[in-house]
């Protein structure tokens, strides 16, 4: 079925460190792939997609390029903050097209 | 207001009770979906919505979870019987309906904590 794995966390850096947080899909068909955040005391909010292969989403300085050959869709930012503290979910399309699968969810926690 | 709105924002009940949780969407987003979120997972989906019928109901767990939105804008999700393992945030998402180029686009409300005793 339709899936997504992340990596575990939480990760850890120091402001203006460099992010990489991983996530992998199940490759049923071409996805439309997601990012979410949520901060702390808020709800889930679109962060950047990417709908088709070799698609690059970006906003607020985070970027994912989506890779077909790998079935991944790697989030990265070159330098955090620390109001980029939050949790972060990688999802896709499910193959109806209706609904989000999402992965575990990886916690960001920058210090000064 | 602008957003996705649920109500409560906290539920404390016993085990074998009935719960409801409401969610008013965003005006004019046809689509409406409720998630379950444990400590430390993801959005589990439950049930989607397109309009007033239930597009896919496959993520419901069992027949003690209903959920109804009988004018195509609030809906309500109905516990019936609860158990110490429904404790979770149910969160409740609306959007433009799938298929448009805004598909996966989701507005998520703040979710409703709901904690089984």
């Known amino acids: 079925g339709d899936s997504v794995t992340q990596m575990e966390g939480p990760v850890t850096l120091s402001e203006e460190a460099f992010l990489t947080i991983n996530c992998t899909y199940t490759a049923t068909g071409y996805p439309s792939l997601f990012w979410y955040v949520q901060y702390p005391g808020e709800g889930l909010q679109l962060l950047l997609k990417?709908?088709?292969?070799?698609d690059k989403g970006s906003n607020k300085g985070f970027e994912a390029t989506y890779r077909k050959e790998t079935t991944s869709f790697h989030l990265e930012k070159g330098s955090v903050q620390v109001s980029d503290s939050a949790v972060y979910f990688c999802?896709?399309?499910?193959?109806?097209?209706?609904?989000?699968?999402f992965g575990k969810g990886t916690m960001l926690l920058v210090s000064p | 207001g602008a957003g996705v709105s649920q109500t409560p924002s906290n539920k404390v009940t016993e085990k074998g009770k009935y719960v409801e949780l409401r969610c008013d969407p965003i005006?004019?987003?046809?689509?409406l979906y409720w998630y379950r979120q444990s400590l430390g997972q993801g959005p589990e989906f439950l049930i989607y919505?397109?309009?007033?019928?239930?597009?896919?109901d496959s993520g419901l767990p069992n027949d003690r979870f209903f959920a109804v939105r009988p004018e195509g804008s609030v809906s309500t999700l109905k516990i019936q019987r609860t158990e110490r393992g429904d404790s979770a945030v149910y969160l409740c998402?609306?959007?433009?309906?799938?298929?448009?180029?805004?598909?996966?686009?989701?507005?998520f409300g703040e979710g409703s904590r709901l904690t089984v005793l």
């Open positions: 999802a896709r399309v499910n193959s109806g097209y209706s609904t989000l699968t």
């Open positions: 919505f397109q309009g007033t019928g239930a597009a896919d």
């Open positions: 005006s004019g987003h046809t689509a």
């Open positions: 990417a709908t088709k292969a070799d």
């Open positions: 998402a609306s959007s433009q309906p799938p298929g448009t180029a805004n598909t996966g686009e989701l507005f």
